[in-house]
């Protein structure tokens, strides 16, 4: 194992052990078995949990809401583009493969089976759903030896492979710098979301001038541009106008997300996107 796997584990580790961010993980709703509370009935909910005495008093349909018992199933996937390995304190690729192993250590010390998805356009790596340790070690290892050169993360071949894979209800955190489409309303009512876009600050607030080969680290095309004032103040508002959609969709379907830059304290950063 090299040295960089070694220092994202053992931080990892500390940061789960001392704090345990698993606690703050959202409970999916139950059969039945540990009540929570009672709660308005939304378009979609299961008719069977419908509190008929409650809707009577109130005059408008009431539901129970349990909380699980069972052990929860929690999916961390990295979604693998060039565009991951840019970052001005630390590349954002090496950010996701420690917010990924955060959430596993998390999951595993609260005794929550956990998998792992690598997806780019495609199916890149897929661990399997287990409660031993060794998954994070083998995650790590991986996700910092994966080429990301050349490959570009497609969200919608993702939710495809997601609907195909994932059968049973779980929490997903899916973990990149979220440019291009996005669209989760298909698996979002089924599973609970978390969208965490890693970045960082340059790629927002960009400051340089000139004649520039630019390579798509995606497509590994090259271009010459001359970058100046205009330039970076389209490209600013076309990237908030893309954010923008992006907190739309979220919001529309009840994804918690958050953004995460490169010079974060990851665990305190990613304990406040799940704390809500």
């Known amino acids: 194992m090299d040295a960089k796997a070694k220092e994202i584990l053992i931080r990892a580790k500390k940061d789960v052990f001392s704090a345990n961010?698993?606690?703050?993980?959202?409970?999916?709703?139950?059969?039945?078995?540990?009540?929570?509370?009672?709660?308005?009935?939304?378009?979609?909910?299961?008719?069977?949990?419908?509190?008929?005495?409650?809707?009577?008093?109130?005059?408008?349909?009431?539901?129970?809401?349990?909380?699980?018992?069972?052990?929860?199933?929690?999916?961390?996937?990295?979604?693998?583009?060039?565009?991951?390995?840019?970052?001005?304190?630390?590349?954002?690729?090496?950010?996701?493969?420690?917010?990924?192993?955060?959430?596993?250590?998390?999951?595993?010390?609260?005794?929550?089976?956990?998998?792992?998805?690598?997806?780019?356009?495609?199916?890149?790596?897929?661990?399997?759903?287990?409660?031993?340790?060794?998954?994070?070690?083998?995650?790590?290892?991986?996700?910092?030896?994966?080429?990301?050169?050349?490959?570009?993360?497609?969200?919608?071949?993702?939710?495809?492979?997601?609907e195909q894979t994932i059968k049973e209800k779980s929490l997903i955190f899916v973990i990149g710098d979220f440019y291009g489409e996005v669209d989760f309303s298909t698996i979002a009512h089924k599973h609970e979301l978390y969208a965490l876009i890693v970045r960082d600050m340059f790629e927002e607030d960009p400051a340089f001038y000139g004649e520039y080969e630019l390579i798509d680290p995606n497509s590994l095309e090259r271009a010459n541009m001359n970058i100046d004032a205009l330039v970076l103040n389209e490209y600013k508002a076309k990237l908030k106008a893309h954010d923008a959609k992006l907190e739309e969709h979220f919001l529309e379907h009840r994804i918690t997300y958050g953004k995460i830059y490169s010079d974060d304290d990851l665990f305190v950063r990613l304990s406040e996107i799940v704390k809500g």
């Open 21 to 162: 961010l698993g606690e703050h993980l959202t409970p999916l709703r139950g059969d039945g078995l540990d009540f929570n509370e009672i709660a308005d009935y939304n378009y979609g909910d299961d008719v069977r949990k419908i509190n008929w005495k409650a809707s009577a008093k109130s005059n408008a349909l009431k539901i129970n809401i349990f909380n699980e018992e069972r052990e929860l199933n929690i999916v961390v996937a990295l979604i693998m583009g060039g565009s991951m390995l840019f970052g001005t304190k630390r590349l954002k690729s090496e950010v996701a493969t420690e917010v990924a192993a955060l959430l596993a250590f998390s999951a595993l010390s609260n005794d929550d089976r956990h998998s792992g998805i690598f997806f780019s356009n495609k199916e890149e790596k897929f661990f399997r759903p287990t409660k031993d340790e060794s998954i994070v070690y083998e995650m790590v290892e991986s996700a910092l030896g994966f080429e990301y050169r050349g490959k570009e993360g497609d969200m919608r071949s993702f939710v495809e492979f997601i």
